[in-house]
């Protein structure tokens, strides 16, 4: 089952009533334009995808692998009750309540697609941890480079410091370095490609080109978190 334009639309006009009970009278129709055609391209895409990680959970499921068309918004001035894009995400799973995992996803809205590989919010420490690894030539990171470097199709974003972390490193390295968040995406919005019946697993294989990136991310990931453990450990030795 592939995506359709009635995927987009039926996001479009639940988003315009926002209403739960217009939602539950339509779910039949989300089950049927927007869930079904979701499945369907976490399934085509798994068996590429587990050979970037064969720990990634893949399982097509919404709080799995398929975000939930309901909105959070505890914490958010926009009380809307739904979203307009969905996204399919695969990662390990969650580290902790919250510690971001590495993840490579696939986001879909009206305005257009998007898929890559990045951390969502990793915040300061797992930054820290991945500029050292970054600096001191490991060579995880020289991979992630490299394969960075020898492709077009993904760009390398995230905001950066108004004032470089590491000025006198090379300038190829500069963008690793100083952003505060850091994940590479491509965007579109090619309907060929869209509706395309293999879409899935075209966006599979161009995800594998992420690998090495994905690796480095990762390898930050549990750097950071020996780390943290080592050094909790010592400070309960002291304490002890």
């Not at 590429?48 to 399982?59: G, R, S």
């Not at 992420?210 to 943290?228: D, G, I, N």
Request: include cysteine.
């Amino acid at each position: 089952m592939s995506i359709t334009p009635q995927f987009f639309s039926f996001l479009v006009e639940n988003r315009l009533h926002d209403s739960k009970p217009w939602f539950e009278a339509h779910r039949e129709e989300y089950n049927r334009l927007v869930l079904s055609p979701l499945r369907a391209l976490v399934q085509e895409m798994a068996p590429i995808m587990l050979t970037i990680d064969p720990e990634l959970i893949t399982q097509p499921a919404v709080g799995k692998t398929i975000s939930r068309i309901f909105r959070d918004t505890r914490f958010s001035r926009d009380k809307s009750t739904f979203r307009e894009h969905l996204w399919i995400s695969f990662s390990r799973g969650k580290a902790g309540r919250y510690e971001p995992v590495p993840e490579l996803y696939f986001d879909l809205s009206p305005e257009g697609y998007s898929y890559g590989c990045g951390w969502y919010s990793p915040g300061p420490q797992l930054m820290e941890t991945l500029r050292r690894l970054v600096l001191e030539g490991d060579k995880t990171a020289k991979a992630a480079i490299r394969a960075a470097g020898a492709q077009t199709h993904f760009k390398m974003e995230g905001s950066e410091y108004k004032r470089k972390k590491h000025p006198d490193a090379p300038a190829e390295l500069q963008l690793w370095l100083n952003c505060k968040e850091l994940y590479f995406a491509h965007r579109d919005n090619d309907p060929e490609f869209l509706y395309a019946p293999d879409l899935g697993e075209r966006v599979a294989r161009e995800l594998t080109r992420m690998k090495p990136v994905y690796q480095l991310f990762w390898k930050a990931q549990s750097t950071a978190r020996a780390e943290e453990i080592h050094t909790s450990t010592a400070l309960n030795l002291e304490e002890w």
